[in-house]
Structures are given as C-alpha cells and as structure tokens.
C-alpha cells in the first residue's frame, strides 16, 4: 500500500519564521527543534511498519535507505509535505547562500535493536548533505536505561571550502582511531559534545554535514528508531565524492558481517 497524504497536510502551520528561529538554533546550540508536529497517526502506524519489517529480521538491526521503503511508510505523510520540504530547502539557503543542486531529500530509516544494534552505536560521522532532519519513531523510555542520545559535537567545521580538504579531513576524523576519541567521556567533556535527548513527535534539525555524530548504545533487549532526511550535497555530481561514499558502503558492509 503506497502511504499518501492523510486527512489534513502535515506541518500545514511551519512558515519562514519557523525556518528562521530554527537557522538561528542551529548555529548557536548546534540543533533546532519543531516541538509536536508528528502526530499518533502517523507514530502508530510507523511503529508496527517497524515491527513487521523487524519480525522478517529476526529481531536484530536493519536500515533501508534510498526513495523506495519511504513511499510504502506512514511517513510518507512527511516526507511529502509541502512545510517539512519547505524547511529543509530555506535551511540549505540560508547557510550555503545560494540553491541546492537539486530537490531530492535522501530518507533513511534505522532500526537499532538486538546485538547487532550496538555496532551501530557511537560511530561518529559527518553526513554527506548539509541539513540533516532526524524524526525519532521509537526511543527506549524505561526507568534507568539509556535512550541512545544522539551526541554531537556541534559546527565542528566549515563545508564551504575545497572539496578534497573536505573528504580528506572527514576521512581522519572517522577513521578507527579519531573515533575512539570522540567516544571518550573525558574527550566529549572537553570538546563541548552535546547529548540531544529525542522525543517522538519532534523533528531536530542540524548541519550533518558540520556536526560530528553518532548515537549512544541503548540495550540490546530495547527497539530505538530513528528517521534520518538529508538534504543538499554541495559535492553532489564530483568523482571525488563518489569514491568517498564508496568508502562508507564498504564500512557498512563490514560492520554486517
Ligand atoms: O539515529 C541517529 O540518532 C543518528 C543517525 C545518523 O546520524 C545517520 O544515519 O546519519
Ligand atoms: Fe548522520
């Protein structure tokens, strides 16, 4: 079943001054929030997607990325509303200071859960795109266990410089050794890394591709779901870039094994 828009148009109310307070959230604290603007009947239904898709998994941790999963997702009703593309696109032209190289919106959805979850925690990473939406769908909410934070540090670095210093300084920083860095408490303490609490309803918005992050572990016994939308890639049509991405396939592959 494709999802399409339900009875009423999702984020109808977001308008420029929305799109403003957040641009100016981002750049000071790293991170920009739309506070209940995901509703139940779109939450709901994400849920048991979720428990479907997880169920042909044998419980253990999955992400689908690309144009097809979104499409046949309650969440479509976001991915295609006019206000969600509406903040996305005002986003990117406010910090790059001209258009982006096209329209197109990457969905991403992770699911964490079992063992396998926990290889995909504190994997710090700077995103390929320059605005970064994260929908949280299912956050671990017991009394005393971790929620998996999405950590960052936030506007580690500039994007509008030469392409190579770009993806040579992202390859250091996410090689092996960095990230063992990144993920001490002492480091993070340091360096100002902030934890972003998530709560389903939200939408935090942040520069993915300046802000170094990851997610903490929560329990294996636990399910955390989260939807990731990126959106401008600066670097979109260069050689260089590709190569890059290839890496992180190869990375990702590896990390199923
Ligand atoms: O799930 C999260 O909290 C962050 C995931 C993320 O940064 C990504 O998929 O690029
Ligand atoms: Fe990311």
């Avoid at 999963?69 to 910090?95: C, E, K, Q, T």
Wanted: glycine share 8%; net charge positive.
């Amino acid at each position: 079943m494709a999802y399409e828009a339900l009875d009423h148009e999702m984020l109808a109310s977001v308008d420029m001054t929305d799109v403003d307070n957040l641009y100016t959230a981002i750049n000071q604290q790293g991170f920009g929030v739309l506070h209940n603007v995901v509703p139940d009947s779109v939450l709901t239904p994400m849920r048991e997607y979720i428990a479907t898709e997880l169920d042909k998994r044998g419980g253990q941790y999955f992400g689908l990325g690309g144009q097809e999963w979104i499409g046949h997702s309650p969440l479509n009703a976001i991915f295609s509303a006019h206000g969600f593309r509406m903040v996305l696109d005002g986003l990117y032209r406010r910090a790059m200071q001209g258009e982006p190289p096209s329209e197109r919106i990457l969905p991403v959805l992770r699911v964490l859960a079992g063992t396998h979850g926990l290889r995909h925690a504190n994997r710090f990473h700077y995103d390929s795109y320059v605005v970064t939406a994260l929908v949280p769908i299912l956050i671990p909410n017991q009394p005393n266990e971790p929620r998996g934070n999405l950590v960052m540090y936030p506007n580690m670095r500039n994007v509008r410089g030469p392409i190579v210093l770009n993806i040579l300084e992202k390859a250091m920083v996410e090689s092996g050794t960095a990230c063992r860095l990144w993920r001490s408490p002492t480091v993070q303490r340091w360096l100002g890394a902030k934890p972003v609490p998530l709560e389903p309803g939200n939408i935090y918005f942040f520069w993915g591709m300046r802000s170094l992050h990851a997610n903490e572990a929560c329990l294996p016994t636990s399910i955390r779901s989260t939807a990731l939308f990126h959106y401008g890639d600066p670097h979109e049509n260069s050689v260089l870039k590709q190569l890059s991405q290839a890496r992180a396939r190869a990375s990702l592959r590896r990390l199923a094994k």
